[in-house]
């Protein structure tokens, strides 16, 4: 069965750092690709980071050089490494599994499943 936890969320100030962690199932990370997205207040959810392709990574422009996406598949956990946070950072972030194409294009609309989603703050 898919199943996708997160955890590391928090509060913190602008500058500092988070790590997100996705655990997920075994027969998730084998059938689908992995990503992160997020949906800040009034706005639309939006891609941040996936692995299209095993080795490889893709960004939005808005986290580039921030934010570092990782896959280890022997424990079968996503993370998110962030740091340089700003306060347009704040979000409810999202591990998804779905389609090399909505990896790929980092687009919400195409994912397959969602985690529960951990709330990240960032204050100024």
């Known amino acids: 069965q898919v199943q996708l936890v997160e955890s590391g969320g928090g509060s913190v100030q602008a500058g500092g750092s988070l790590r997100l962690s996705c655990s997920a199932s075994?027969?998730?990370?084998?059938?689908?690709?992995m990503g992160w997205f997020r949906q800040g207040p009034g706005k639309e959810r939006e891609g941040v980071a996936s692995?299209?392709?095993?080795?490889?990574?893709k960004y939005a422009d808005s986290v580039k050089g921030r934010f570092t996406i990782s896959q280890d598949n022997a424990k079968n956990t996503l993370y998110l490494q962030m740091d340089s946070l700003k306060p347009e950072d704040t979000a409810m972030y999202y591990c998804?599994?779905?389609?090399?194409?909505?990896?790929?294009?980092?687009?919400?609309?195409?994912?397959?499943?969602w985690g529960q989603g951990t709330q990240v703050t960032v204050s100024s």
């Open positions: 998804a599994a779905g389609p090399y194409a909505a990896m790929w294009e980092l687009r919400a609309a195409d994912i397959r499943y």
């Open positions: 075994q027969y998730t990370t084998t059938r689908y690709y």
């Open positions: 692995v299209p392709v095993p080795g490889r990574t």
